[in-house]
Nanobody
């Protein structure tokens, strides 16, 4: 069993910053991809950023230069530093853990709300 618990969401003004954290526990496959996704009302869930166990990162074009994903393997935690936030960043942010070597290994957190006011 794998559990992912997000924290750090909240209300912030445009131009502000937030740092999301996702603590992962349970059976963690060594070779994995940790990611952050978001879903705004009426929209599909989309990838925000991901980081592999080899620390290769990938970002959505809309957040490049503003968001930074990182991971602490000793703490089994993934972070998302969000700077220069915009109202369009308002969404529920979800943490994800998956492995390309194990198709069924795909786990989600419960989500944390990020609201950016203009």
């Amino acid at each position: 069993q794998v559990q992912l618990v997000e924290s750090g969401g909240g209300l912030v003004q445009a131009g502000g910053s937030l740092r999301l954290s996702c603590a992962i526990s349970g059976s963690i496959f060594t070779i994995n991809v940790m990611g952050w996704y978001r879903q705004a009302p009426g929209k599909q869930r989309e990838l925000v950023a991901s980081i592999t166990s080899g620390v290769y990162t990938n970002y959505a074009d809309s957040v490049k230069g503003r968001f930074t994903i990182s991971r602490d393997n000793a703490k089994n935690t993934v972070y998302l530093q969000m700077n220069n936030l915009k109202p369009d960043d308002t969404a529920v942010y979800y943490c994800n853990l998956r492995s390309t070597y194990r198709p069924g290994y795909d786990h989600w957190g419960q989500g944390t709300q990020v609201t950016v006011s203009s």
